[in-house]
C-alpha cells in the first residue's frame, strides 16, 4: 500500500513559497459547483424561509430540515459509497459548507451532523457499526451528535469524570455521568460519548438515545444559536452493548482529539459562507443608505470596512480550500478496499492537525471581525433584533470556543511544530540551521523576473522569522517551553498569518486576477509589520529586558524582516470598488 500521506503537515513553513503549488476554489469540477448551488438553494429556499421559526425552536422543525437535507443527499457526502453515501471527499463538503449557510443555527446543526457527529463511525467504527448507522446517518433517518464537555473538563476533555463499568454479564458497559453543552443533544438519535472505563481508561461509545438511563437537560439559554439545541447529555445506569465500544478500550483520545481536527477545518470552511452571507447583506445596505445627500459606499472609511471583509473571505477560503484539496489528495492515495483504509485515513488527518488549527483559528476571527464591521455599517440598525447583522453578531462568537478555544489551538499549533521538529518528522532544525547561516552571509534572493516577486520574498521572509523566533524560544525554554504561552501564541500567529497569505498569494499569481493580486498585496502589506512587532516584543520578553541578551535577536529581526511599501488605500479601493458593484463577494 502507498503511503497514507504525501503531504507533510507544518512542511510550508520551510519550503519556498515559489514552490507552492495548491488547490484553489477556481479549480472546482462543474459538479462541485452545481453541489454548491444545490446546497444554496436548499438552504435559501427551504431553511432561510423558516428563520424565525428556527429560532424560536418550533417543536419538530429542525430535525425535519436535517432529514429534508437528508432526502437531498446533503448529508451523504463523505460516506462512502458501500454504506449509502456518495463517497465524495474534503473539496465537496468544503463547497456545501460554506454554501449551507445562509440560517446559522441550522448550519450549526448540520455540520455538527455530518461533522463530528457521523465522522467518529466513518472513521473508527467497525464494518458491523458501520454497516448499522452510516446508512442512516446519510439519509437522516437517524441525527448525530458529539459528547466530549463536562461541567468541569472543557479544553481539558481527559479531566472528564464520565465513569464506564462493565456489567457482571459482560455484555454491556454501565454509563454514569453528564455532558454538557452538547449541540444536537435534544434531537440527535446516535451521540459518540466519551467515559473513562473503570473510571480510568478513556473511551469512546456509540449511544443511541433509546437506550436504557439516556437521557437529556433542558435546552440552553444561550448568547446565540437560538435555533440549535443545546442540552446536558445524562447517563444514569446507561446500558451500552459491548458492540457499542467505538475503537478500542483507552484509546478514546484519539478519537475526540482526531474528529476535532475535522471539526476544526469545517468550522472554518462555514466561516467563508459567513463572511459572504454578510457582505451579501452590506454592500446592498451601503449602496441604498445615504447620509449627507450621497450613499454611505461612497465614502472611504465604509469602503475600507467592506473591502477589508472582502480581504479576511478571500484569504480564509484560500486557506481552507488549500486544506481540503491537500488532504482529498493524500486520501485518494489509499486503497479503499484495504482493511487499513479507516487508519490511514486518520493519519492523514491527523497530519494536517496544525493546519486544521489555523482554520478554525483565522476562520472564526476573520468572521468575528467581518460580522462586527457589518453591524458598524448598518449603524443603530446593526444593533436591532430585526436586522440579520444582529444575529450573525451573536452567533458567531461561540466559534471562538468551538471545537477547542482559539487559545488551545494556538497552544496546538507552535506545540505540534516543536514536537514534529525535535522528533525529525518535519526537517525544521536544518532549516533553522540555514537560516541561522544565512543572517550572515545573507538570504537567497526570490528570482525577480516572476510576478510579484518582492511579495513572494515577504512570504519567505515571514517563514523564517516564525522558525527563527521559535527556534530562540525552544534554546531559551528548553523543557519549560509549554510553559510559556504567550509566547507560543505570537509564533502561532505567524505560522497562521503565513499559511494564510501564501495560499491568498498563490490563488492570485495562478488566477492572475488584478482584483486577487490587490487583496494578497494588501494582506501581506498590512500583516508583515504587525507580525514584525509581535515577534520583536517576544523576543524582548525572552530576553527579559536584558540589553546584551536582546541585541543579537533584534540585529537578526532585522535582516530577516524586510519593510516594503505599498499604497494601501489604493488596494483596497480596488477591491471595495468590485464588492459594491456586483454588491457580492463572488
Same mark, same amino acid.
Given at each position: 500500500?502507498p503511503s497514507?500521506?504525501?503531504?507533510?503537515?507544518?512542511?510550508?513553513?520551510?519550503e519556498?513559497?515559489?514552490?507552492a503549488d495548491?488547490?484553489?476554489?477556481?479549480?472546482?469540477?462543474?459538479?462541485?459547483?452545481?453541489?454548491?448551488?444545490t446546497?444554496?438553494?436548499?438552504?435559501?429556499?427551504?431553511?432561510?424561509?423558516?428563520?424565525?421559526?428556527?429560532?424560536?425552536?418550533?417543536?419538530?422543525?429542525?430535525?425535519s430540515?436535517?432529514?429534508?437535507?437528508?432526502?437531498?443527499?446533503?448529508l451523504?457526502?463523505?460516506?462512502?459509497?458501500?454504506?449509502?453515501?456518495?463517497?465524495?471527499?474534503?473539496?465537496?463538503?468544503?463547497?456545501?459548507?460554506?454554501?449551507?449557510?445562509?440560517?446559522?443555527?441550522f448550519?450549526?446543526?448540520?455540520?455538527c451532523h455530518?461533522?463530528?457527529?457521523?465522522?467518529?463511525?466513518?472513521?473508527?467504527?467497525?464494518?458491523?457499526?458501520?454497516?448499522r448507522?452510516?446508512?442512516?446517518?446519510?439519509?437522516?433517518?437517524?441525527?448525530?451528535?458529539? %459528547?466530549?464537555?463536562?461541567?468541569?473538563?472543557?479544553?481539558?476533555? =481527559?479531566?472528564?469524570?464520565?465513569?464506564?463499568?462493565?456489567s457482571?454479564?459482560?455484555?454491556?458497559?454501565i454509563?454514569?455521568?453528564?455532558?454538557?453543552?452538547?449541540?444536537?443533544?435534544?434531537?440527535?438519535?446516535?451521540?459518540t460519548?466519551?467515559?473513562?472505563v473503570d473510571?480510568?481508561?478513556?473511551?469512546?461509545f456509540?449511544?443511541?438515545?433509546?437506550f436504557?438511563?439516556?437521557?437529556?437537560?433542558?435546552?440552553?439559554?444561550?448568547?446565540?444559536?437560538?435555533?440549535?439545541s443545546?442540552?446536558?447529555?445524562?447517563l444514569?445506569?446507561?446500558?451500552?452493548?459491548?458492540?457499542? $465500544?467505538?475503537?478500542?478500550?483507552?484509546?478514546?483520545?484519539?478519537?475526540a482529539?482526531?474528529?476535532?481536527?475535522?471539526?476544526?477545518?469545517?468550522?472554518?470552511?462555514?466561516?467563508?459562507?459567513?463572511?459572504?452571507?454578510?457582505?451579501?447583506?452590506?454592500?446592498?445596505?451601503?449602496?441604498?443608505?445615504?447620509?449627507?445627500?450621497?450613499?454611505?459606499?461612497?465614502?472611504?472609511?465604509i469602503?475600507?470596512?467592506?473591502?477589508?471583509?472582502?480581504?479576511?473571505?478571500?484569504?480564509?477560503?484560500?486557506l481552507?480550500?488549500?486544506?481540503?484539496?491537500a488532504?482529498?489528495?493524500?486520501?485518494?492515495k489509499?486503497?479503499?478496499d484495504?482493511?487499513?483504509?479507516?487508519?490511514?485515513?486518520?493519519?492523514?488527518i491527523?497530519e494536517?492537525?496544525?493546519?486544521?488549527?489555523?482554520?478554525?483559528i483565522?476562520?472564526?476571527?476573520?468572521?468575528?471581525?467581518?460580522?462586527?464591521e457589518?453591524?458598524?455599517i448598518?449603524?443603530?440598525?446593526?444593533?436591532?433584533?430585526?436586522y440579520?447583522?444582529?444575529?450573525h453578531?451573536? @452567533?458567531?462568537?461561540?466559534?471562538?470556543?468551538?471545537?477547542?478555544?482559539?487559545?488551545?489551538?494556538?497552544?496546538?499549533?507552535?506545540?505540534?511544530?516543536?514536537?514534529?521538529?525535535?522528533?525529525?518528522?518535519?526537517?525544521?532544525?536544518?532549516?533553522?540551521?540555514?537560516?541561522?547561516?544565512?543572517?550572515?552571509?545573507?538570504?537567497?534572493?526570490?528570482?525577480?523576473?516572476?510576478?510579484?516577486?518582492?511579495?513572494? @520574498?515577504?512570504?519567505?521572509?515571514l517563514?523564517?522569522?516564525? $522558525?527563527?523566533?521559535?527556534?530562540? %524560544?525552544?534554546?531559551?525554554?528548553?523543557?519549560?517551553?509549554?510553559?510559556?504561552q504567550?509566547?507560543?501564541?505570537?509564533?502561532?500567529?505567524?505560522?497562521?498569518?503565513?499559511?494564510a =497569505?501564501?495560499?491568498? =498569494?498563490?490563488?492570485?499569481?495562478?488566477?492572475?486576477?488584478?482584483?486577487?493580486?490587490? $487583496?494578497?498585496v494588501? %494582506?501581506?502589506?498590512?500583516?508583515?509589520? $504587525?507580525l514584525a512587532?509581535?515577534?520583536?516584543?517576544?523576543?524582548v520578553?525572552? %530576553?527579559?529586558?536584558?540589553?546584551?541578551?536582546?541585541?543579537?535577536?533584534?540585529?537578526?529581526?532585522?535582516?530577516?524582516?524586510?519593510?516594503?511599501?505599498?499604497?494601501?488605500?489604493?488596494?483596497?479601493?480596488?477591491?471595495a470598488a468590485?464588492?459594491?458593484?456586483?454588491?457580492?463577494?463572488?
Open positions: 500500500m497514507p500521506s504525501t503531504i507533510k503537515g507544518g512542511s510550508f513553513l520551510i519556498p513559497t515559489v514552490s495548491v488547490f484553489i476554489p477556481e479549480e472546482l469540477s462543474f459538479e462541485f459547483k452545481e453541489l454548491g448551488a446546497a444554496a438553494r436548499f438552504s435559501t429556499r427551504e431553511v432561510f424561509s423558516k428563520a424565525e421559526a428556527i429560532e424560536t425552536k418550533e417543536p419538530g422543525l429542525m430535525t430540515l436535517l432529514k429534508a437535507a437528508g432526502e437531498q443527499g446533503l451523504m457526502l463523505e460516506v462512502p459509497e458501500a454504506y449509502g453515501g456518495l463517497g465524495l471527499g474534503k473539496v465537496a463538503s468544503t463547497v456545501i459548507a460554506e454554501n449551507i449557510t445562509h440560517q446559522t443555527s448550519s450549526v446543526a448540520f455540520m455530518t461533522g463530528i457527529g457521523t465522522l467518529p463511525v466513518l472513521y473508527y467504527g467497525t464494518d458491523e457499526q458501520k454497516k448507522y452510516l446508512p442512516r446517518l446519510a439519509t437522516g433517518e437517524m441525527l448525530a451528535a458529539y %459528547a466530549l464537555t463536562e461541567a468541569n473538563a472543557g479544553t481539558d476533555a =481527559l479531566a472528564g469524570k464520565a465513569k464506564a463499568v462493565l457482571a454479564d459482560k455484555k454491556h458497559y454509563l454514569n455521568g453528564e455532558k454538557m453543552f452538547i449541540t444536537n443533544g435534544g434531537i440527535a438519535d446516535l451521540i460519548v466519551f467515559a473513562k473510571g480510568e481508561h478513556f473511551t469512546a456509540l449511544v443511541e438515545r433509546s436504557e438511563g439516556v437521557s437529556c437537560g433542558k435546552e440552553e439559554d444561550k448568547l446565540g444559536l437560538h435555533g440549535t443545546t442540552v446536558p447529555i445524562i444514569n445506569d446507561a446500558k451500552i452493548p459491548v458492540e457499542n $465500544v467505538l475503537g478500542e478500550v483507552g484509546r478514546g483520545h484519539k478519537i482529539f482526531n474528529v476535532l481536527n475535522i471539526g476544526r477545518w469545517k468550522l472554518g470552511a462555514a466561516t467563508v459562507g459567513g463572511m459572504k452571507r454578510l457582505i451579501e447583506l452590506t454592500a446592498p445596505y451601503a449602496n441604498q443608505r445615504y447620509q449627507f445627500g450621497r450613499p454611505i459606499s461612497s465614502f472611504q472609511l469602503r475600507q470596512k467592506i473591502a477589508v471583509s472582502a480581504v479576511l473571505t478571500y484569504l480564509t477560503e484560500s481552507v480550500y488549500r486544506y481540503a484539496g488532504l482529498d489528495g493524500a486520501l485518494s489509499i486503497e479503499k484495504s482493511p487499513d483504509c479507516a487508519k490511514c485515513a486518520v493519519d492523514a491527523e494536517l492537525a496544525i493546519e486544521a488549527s489555523i482554520a478554525k483565522f476562520g472564526s476571527e476573520a468572521l468575528w471581525q467581518v460580522s462586527d457589518a453591524v458598524q448598518f449603524g443603530g440598525y446593526g444593533f436591532i433584533r430585526d440579520p447583522v444582529e444575529h453578531y451573536r @452567533d458567531c462568537r461561540i466559534n471562538r470556543i468551538f471545537e477547542g478555544t482559539n487559545e488551545i489551538n494556538r497552544l496546538i499549533i507552535t506545540g505540534t511544530l516543536v514536537k514534529r521538529a525535535m522528533s525529525g518528522r518535519i526537517d525544521m532544525m536544518t532549516r533553522l540551521g540555514e537560516i541561522l547561516s544565512q543572517l550572515k552571509a545573507g538570504f537567497p534572493e526570490v528570482d525577480p523576473s516572476l510576478s510579484h516577486a518582492v511579495w513572494i @520574498d515577504q512570504v519567505d521572509r517563514k523564517r522569522l516564525a $522558525v527563527y523566533l521559535a527556534g530562540v %524560544a525552544v534554546q531559551k525554554y528548553t523543557t519549560e517551553l509549554e510553559r510559556h504567550a509566547t507560543l501564541a505570537v509564533i502561532s500567529d505567524i505560522i497562521m498569518d503565513v499559511y =497569505l501564501e495560499s491568498g =498569494l498563490v490563488r492570485a499569481l495562478k488566477v492572475r486576477s488584478p482584483v486577487f493580486e490587490a $487583496v494578497a494588501y %494582506a501581506i502589506a498590512e500583516r508583515a509589520p $504587525v512587532q509581535k515577534a520583536r516584543q517576544a523576543l520578553n525572552i %530576553a527579559e529586558g536584558n540589553e546584551q541578551a536582546l541585541s543579537p535577536y533584534l540585529k537578526a529581526l532585522e535582516r530577516i524582516v524586510k519593510f516594503v511599501p505599498a499604497n494601501v488605500d489604493a488596494l483596497l479601493e480596488t477591491v468590485r464588492v459594491l458593484e456586483r454588491e457580492a463577494y463572488d
